[in-house]
């Protein structure tokens, strides 16, 4: 027996080292990784890894190759790199504008079948060239970290939309529903800036929401968000110039859409309910009446915005919003063909704002 | 049969791991996709459908155990006679190892894509089947032992599962009924091969003290998979869209993609390394009963045999090598385990009754 047993550690001794090792040192780590489109058909990629030096630095170190595919770029940039480059802390993936015009799929595709990244990854529209942004340096933890800290910031706390590879594929392949992703633009060489979100239909960028209408997309898009708005009230007293403003912070909200299938037209109608406070005023006094007043005034404008953008996203026959996808759960036997066609494009919408202001800070 | 010495038995609540362990193999990585390839969305109904059958085959089998004298080989016996019945047995034995083959093939296909591509299947089978032998080797007492580790201790993955929850839409499932009952009865006939194993108890049934009263643990065996299943079927169904899902060959380790602790960037090298406890009892219950019944129907001593399958099996899995001789290894054995399970067993029994009566009228 015991000779048995030293016989089957001695056998498990020689099968260590069955798979290559790999050294953490000698590997280029991509974080970031972004694709521009140059040519009809070629595409640029960059990879960004950074090089971390003695003093405990890291110094951004990007590469480029140009190729027709996305996976013949990935092989040109391996010859290029002195030592291997791995994806596996992959964190951002950057496509310019032209490409997203173009059809993003492939790179989605080649993220997703990579066992090696995370659904998590962070993608993102850049406005002008990935490879431009990727080349600048912002901040002290390199540029891969940097630019998914300011996109997921802006998801926690502030107006983006939540979006990753996970959420993008799921619109994507979801009937019904049609994909968005956040734009950042290069302000300076050391400044980033979220400028939008970028809309899709399947997988071509076809429209953008500017950065001001943010706070209303993200309303009607996100099951919970926050984030802020500036109500612009009637004129100041005196001054025929300046218009008396208050910024409203939402602490949260919520909204609950409801599809009415039955009705010819579809009628589909939102329910937003948002809990602020009262973050700036820049009047005289803010009364109970004032508060009342910010808040009528409020619900105008998330009216006005979301129907003007749901209006928007029929025009152009996509739906970030996803209300095929909840009339897809809502009646058996859905056609998707039918309700592209002729239901969507004709279903009205009724927005229901319910805004209460709940405190407006220390002063009155 | 000799007679099986009470040391060497196990107490009856130990049927409850064996049967759930040896029902959760490689397969749970995997069936969404094909249930929902005729079912849709509708296909955790399946699921339910083809739990509901694996309890009414284990009272099959119980009852084919207490007609027949106790386990497989001897109700072959009773029902075929001496040559006939041995065929039927080698034809188990074939089937045992065909499934040793299939959990371990497909386990080493998922390392090989998720973590090391150049895993050398031979050297890796090699070592696990070493493993295996050593397990098996020392009764089933020691595997009862493994098949409880081999639950008890990977149990915690199924809470990773609710780092999905915040990308998870379960109005996905709905509506409910939305496919033809064909549709998922097909899909409850491709679901009942992820279920499979539990005609282990045919060969454990001596092994077991009180055997008669062990059913209740085996039926809560049954249903305790059953429900993993489930909850398995509907997160996936929430986190992935329809098409998503129809392009994901392991959804659920692509679900643990989305997983995100500080400590640890890729979840999936933890949940694929701790699978390989999943894995274990799966083969060594398997390999146990080929071997026991190349026991009773061949003078073989018992370890010996164990060493004649493990060889088999290491031999024949390093000729699979792609993706395409995997998934037909699994339909093959899913298709035979599926005829054997809900064909050949309830016509067993039938056979063992009618056997019984005309002899004694003889």
Known sequence: MRKRISNLILILLLLTGCVEREILDDLNIETAKGYDLVEENTIRGTALFPVYIKDGAIENRTLSAEAPSTREVLETLSRKSQQPLVRGSLDVVLLGDDMAKKGVLDVADSLQRDASIGARVTLAIAEGSAEDILKGNYGIRGNGTFISNLINHNIKRRELPETNLHMFLFDYFQDGKTPYLPIIKKVSDDTLEVSGVALFDKDKMVDTVPADDLFFFKLLVDKLSEGSHVVKLGKKDGDAEEHVEAAVTSIMSKHKIKVENETDPVKVSFKIVIRGIIKEYTGKRLSQKKIKEIEDKMSKDITDHSLKLLGRFQEKGIDPVGIGQLQKHGVRGFDIKEWEKTLYPNAQFEIKPDVEILESGTVE | ?362
């Open chain 2, 1 to 362: 049969m000799q007679p099986i010495p009470e040391s060497r038995k196990i107490s009856p609540f130990l049927v409850f791991f064996l049967i759930h362990a040896i029902q959760v193999g490689a397969g749970v990585l995997g069936f969404q996709r094909i249930i929902a390839k005729n079912a849709g969305y509708d296909g955790w109904i399946s699921v339910i459908l083809a739990g509901i059958t694996t309890h009414i085959l284990m009272m099959i089998m119980y009852l084919l155990l207490d007609k027949g004298g106790g386990d497989l080989v001897s109700a072959h016996r009773i029902a075929f006679g001496k040559w006939l019945g041995k065929a039927a047995d080698f034809l188990f034995v074939l089937y045992f190892t065909l499934l040793v083959v299939t959990i371990l093939r497909t386990y080493i296909e998922v390392v090989q894509v998720w973590m090391y591509p150049r895993l050398s299947t031979f050297y890796f089978a090699l070592a696990f089947m070493i493993l295996a032998y050593y397990i098996v080797s020392g009764g089933v007492r020691n595997i009862a032992g493994v098949a409880f580790f081999g639950t008890v201790l990977p149990s915690y993955l199924l809470l990773t599962f609710a780092f999905t929850f915040p990308f998870s839409d379960f109005r996905n499932i709905l509506p409910v009924f939305d496919h033809s009952l064909k549709d998922m009865l097909i899909a409850t006939k491709n679901m009942s091969l992820t279920f499979l194993g539990y005609e282990s108890i045919l060969l454990l049934y001596p092994f077991i003290k009180n055997a008669k009263k062990s059913q209740k643990h085996a039926q809560w065996g049954l249903f305790t998979t059953t429900t993993v299943y489930v909850i398995i079927a509907i997160i996936s169904f929430a986190f992935f869209s329809e098409k998503q899902l129809a392009k994901t060959v392991w959804a659920t380790l692509s679900m643990w993609k989305i997983v995100e602790m500080p400590f640890v960037e890729r979840f999936e090298y933890i949940g694929i390394a701790n699978w390989c406890l999943v894995i274990l009892p799966n083969v060594c219950i398997a390999l146990w009963c080929a071997s026991r019944i190349m026991k009773r129907i061949t003078p073989i001593n018992q370890r010996h045999s164990i060493w004649i399958l493990s060889v088999i099996v290491i031999g024949t899995l390093s000729f699979l090598t792609n993706r395409k001789q995997v998934d037909m290894l699994n339909t093959l054995s899913g298709e035979i385990g599926f005829y054997l399970n809900y064909v050949y067993i309830p016509i067993l029994l039938l056979v063992v009754i009618i056997m019984k009566k005309v002899r004694k009228k003889v």
